[in-house]
């Protein structure tokens, strides 16, 4: 199929209540069809869970059942990574795929490896990319960590992929999205953060404008050091 080169949307999704259907997912489903593609084949990216074998056995299953075709690992974790073939499975798939986990760790596999300027690379030639849960996180803007869980003078902001210039944390709203509004404290005035909940999606268009799926999106910014909450973003029901 002839597309025209550039950034296409990035889908981010919570993940959470959709993922447990036995028999996939209408929102997934929809992100599957948005390439217009039957069946688009997949490179999974594991590195937020270490490439678990497990893992992604139960993804890669839920996936196909929501529409997906063949989905094939790009080896990123392991100690006999051979990147020339992880490259090729990259380039070669309709749709790349970041998987959850742990947000720093994904990005410290993702920095070692080097791999991030070849990702940046096909997703600016109109590679579709999506994540869930920790996958979401780290294709957006940037995350926290503490140096000490029980410190909160240990806290700071850390970049993530950036393809989604855009702060989000996902599935946290039993936890008042405690740890967004930590990052967001810890950035510039008015930046804004978004809160996609358990089994919702948020779709980022390369023009800035956002999608809310599912289930309204929450919407918090920066306002002189503080995190007060605006509007949410209303959602296309699917």
Same mark, same amino acid.
């Given at each position: =199929?002839?597309?025209? @080169?550039?950034?296409?949307?990035?889908?981010?999704?919570?993940?959470?209540?959709?993922? /447990?259907?036995? $028999?996939?997912? @209408?929102?997934?489903?929809?992100?599957?069809?948005? &390439?217009?593609?039957? $069946?688009?084949?997949?490179?999974?990216?594991?590195?937020?869970?270490?490439?678990?074998?497990?893992?992604?056995?139960?993804?890669?299953?839920?996936?196909?059942?929501?529409?997906?075709?063949?989905?094939?690992?790009?080896?990123?974790?392991?100690?006999?990574?051979?990147?020339?073939?992880?490259?090729?499975? /990259?380039?070669? +798939?309709?749709? #790349?795929?970041?998987?959850?986990?742990?947000?720093?760790?994904? =990005?410290?596999?993702?920095?070692?490896?080097?791999?991030?300027?070849?990702?940046?690379?096909?997703?600016?030639?109109?590679?579709?990319?999506?994540?869930?849960?920790?996958?979401?996180? =780290? /294709?957006?803007?940037?995350? #926290?960590?503490?140096?000490?869980?029980?410190?909160?003078? *240990?806290?700071?902001?850390?970049? !993530? =992929?950036?393809? +989604? @210039?855009?702060? !989000?944390?996902?599935?946290?709203? *039993?936890?008042?999205?405690?740890?967004?509004? *930590?990052?967001?404290?810890?950035?510039?005035?008015?930046?804004?953060? &978004?809160?996609?909940?358990?089994?919702?999606?948020? !779709?980022? &268009?390369?023009?800035?404008?956002?999608?809310?799926?599912?289930? @309204?999106? $929450?919407? &918090?910014?920066?306002?002189?050091?503080?995190? #007060?909450?605006?509007?949410?973003?209303?959602?296309?029901? /699917?």
């Amino acid at each position: =199929m002839d597309r025209t @080169p550039g950034p296409v949307p990035i889908y981010l999704l919570a993940g959470g209540r959709s993922s /447990l259907r036995k $028999h996939g997912d @209408p929102l997934l489903t929809r992100v599957l069809a948005s &390439y217009g593609v039957p $069946h688009p084949s997949i490179a999974y990216v594991g590195a937020a869970s270490g490439d678990s074998q497990p893992f992604f056995m139960m993804i890669s299953r839920f996936l196909r059942s929501s529409g997906g075709g063949h989905v094939t690992l790009a080896p990123l974790a392991g100690k006999r990574v051979k990147l020339e073939k992880t490259r090729a499975i /990259l380039e070669s +798939a309709d749709m #790349v795929f970041i998987s959850g986990g742990d947000v720093e760790a994904g =990005m410290e596999v993702l920095e070692e490896r080097q791999i991030l300027p070849f990702l940046r690379e096909l997703f600016e030639r109109g590679k579709p990319f999506f994540g869930t849960s920790a996958g979401s996180i =780290m /294709l957006a803007w940037q995350w #926290v960590r503490w140096e000490d869980p029980d410190d909160d003078a *240990t806290v700071s902001i850390f970049s !993530c =992929m950036g393809f +989604a @210039p855009i702060v !989000c944390d996902t599935h946290g709203e *039993t936890e008042g999205w405690e740890e967004l509004h *930590t990052v967001l404290r810890l950035s510039p005035e008015g930046t804004l953060g &978004y809160g996609i909940p358990a089994g919702a999606g948020l !779709c980022v &268009y390369p023009d800035g404008k956002l999608e809310a799926l599912s289930a @309204p999106v $929450h919407c &918090y910014a920066n306002s002189g050091g503080a995190v #007060v909450q605006s509007a949410d973003l209303p959602p296309i029901v /699917l």
